[in-house]
């Protein structure tokens, strides 16, 4: 269909215009390639090596690399053959359908026309007048949309309104209007900025960060408003440094704007316009990278290219993209790894110190970490231990398990029980049993009176996780 002939292309596209515009040498990550999750445990070089035995196997059966991000040839031949589709689907009217031809949709139309905006903007050929067209298809829908929202301002003689109107501004009209802006700000259509100004609250979340991306780009200083209000869905854990928006549960899941993937993706590229410095930006990137499927790829082709924009969004707005420092590794005062960091070298640099056996005593250790330069600098720490207490004390962080025990008492009473029947009452008995909580200390292997071997003891889990 045609977002999946964009989506095709599209994060590509974005990928390899970041790393060239971060002067990487894309060769030498080809040939570094492994997981490049710091987050991951475990040896390094080993999974170097699979990797490699993976990319040879493709190599050998197909003759490149099966990342087009990596070979020119594959990358051009991928976005010409969507290009040429997505060019050839181009309804007559200007805008596009689900599939080529036959009625043009607005979403579909500002979808791709957003496409191949930034496709040009990294450095990709799009026919001439593609996407003028496009945005001309846009442009009449939008004045559509309008004039149903002034009518829907007046009331005639019966109570109703002038046809055709309708009363309030829509998520899709918030779409339309932030790519039309995307393209020219001479696109700018103000009374749609007011309408969707005043519906703001009724619409979804994921409406609200498109209309917030919408005052960015015409300078609205309404935004700050816009971004209070998404805020009151943002979620902040602290303690693994992530943040998110918590759509509404129930609400709209099935359509577009229901997206929460999508949403977070659309607030990452609001803030990081308006606030990329801040602490929520990083956060929702945390986030979005923690809720990967197999640590690849999220829900489909749209909502994949959708991160892998905003990612570049912020990479680029951060200041991330140019770093240039030094950092030193600090344990107990004494210095014990040095490493230099630049755009060179982010990919490849030595960036793991591992401490084992002896070289961990006993005590209370300081980890400090040093930086001089420029940049953001991203750490982990992990300890691996064998203990010997009993009970293991309870630790956790993405996962995290709460034991409680019971002890469970059977009820004897009887139950009065009306008969259907008869309506005559008849006392029957029921299996039913009274929850008393243990205390902590039995599960310190400490004797608890009132429990003997025999009993009845009923374990309750409760298992949360940070990420889906």
């Not at 036959?102 to 579909?108: D, E, L, M, R, V």
């Not at 993937?261 to 945390?286: H, Q, T």
């Not at 630049?342 to 006993?362: H, P, Q, R, W």
């Not at 004390?393 to 009065?416: F, H, P």
Request: glycine share 6%; net charge positive; charged share 25%.
């Amino acid at each position: 269909c045609t977002e999946q002939t964009l989506n095709r292309f599209l994060p590509a596209v974005i990928t390899r215009k970041s790393l060239q515009d971060m002067n990487i040498d894309l060769a030498a990550i080809e040939k570094h390639r492994s997981n490049l999750n710091a987050q991951e445990i475990g040896d390094d070089k080993k999974r170097i090596a699979d990797w490699k035995r993976t990319t040879a196997t493709w190599r050998a059966r197909h003759g490149h690399l099966n990342s087009p991000v990596f070979n020119k040839a594959t990358l051009d031949a991928v976005v010409k053959a969507g290009v040429d589709r997505l060019t050839s689907q181009q309804c007559s009217d200007g805008g596009w359908g689900w599939f080529g031809g036959g009625h043009s949709y607005a979403h579909t139309t500002a979808t791709v026309v957003h496409g191949l905006i930034i496709a040009r903007q990294c450095d990709v050929a799009i026919v001439p007048r593609t996407i003028d067209r496009g945005v001309a298809w846009l442009k009449k829908y939008q004045a559509e949309e309008v004039r149903k929202l002034n009518n829907g301002l007046i009331k005639i003689a019966d109570g109703t309104h002038p046809r055709p109107w309708k009363t309030q501004a829509s998520n899709l009209d918030a779409l339309v209007a932030k790519v039309l802006l995307e393209a020219s700000t001479k696109n700018d259509n103000k009374a749609m900025r007011d309408f969707l100004y005043r519906d703001r609250l009724k619409m979804s979340v994921y409406g609200q960060c498109l209309i917030g991306q919408v005052f960015d780009l015409a300078k609205d200083a309404r935004i700050a408003m816009i971004v209070k209000n998404i805020d009151q869905f943002l979620k902040v854990d602290d303690e693994n440094q992530s943040a998110y928006l918590e759509l509404p549960q129930g609400c709209y899941w099935w359509y577009w704007y229901g997206s929460e993937i999508e949403a977070n993706a659309a607030y990452l590229k609001l803030l990081s316009k308006y606030d990329p410095k801040g602490k929520k930006a990083p956060g929702l990137v945390k986030y979005l990278l923690n809720n990967r499927r197999h640590a690849t790829y999220w829900n489909s082709t749209r909502d994949t290219a959708y991160c892998v924009e905003a990612f570049a969004d912020y990479l680029k707005a951060s200041g991330e993209a140019k770093p240039d420092m030094t950092v030193e590794v600090l344990i107990d005062g004494k210095v014990h790894k040095t490493v230099k960091i630049n755009s060179e070298n982010l990919f490849t640099y030595d960036n793991k110190l591992v401490l084992t056996g002896k070289a961990v005593t006993d005590g209370k250790h300081t980890v400090t970490l040093r930086r001089k330069g420029k940049g953001t600098l991203y750490y982990n720490a992990y300890l691996t231990n064998f203990t010997l207490e009993d009970p293991i004390e309870k630790a956790g962080l993405e996962v995290k398990v709460t034991r409680k025990y019971y002890k469970l008492i059977r009820d004897t009473s009887a139950t009065q029980l009306v008969e259907t029947g008869t309506g005559r009452a008849t006392a029957q008995k029921v299996e039913k049993y009274i929850r008393v909580q243990i205390p902590d200390a039995f599960l310190k292997g400490m004797k608890v009176p009132g429990i003997e071997s025999g009993d009845l003891i009923e374990v309750e889990l409760t298992v949360e996780s940070k990420n889906d």
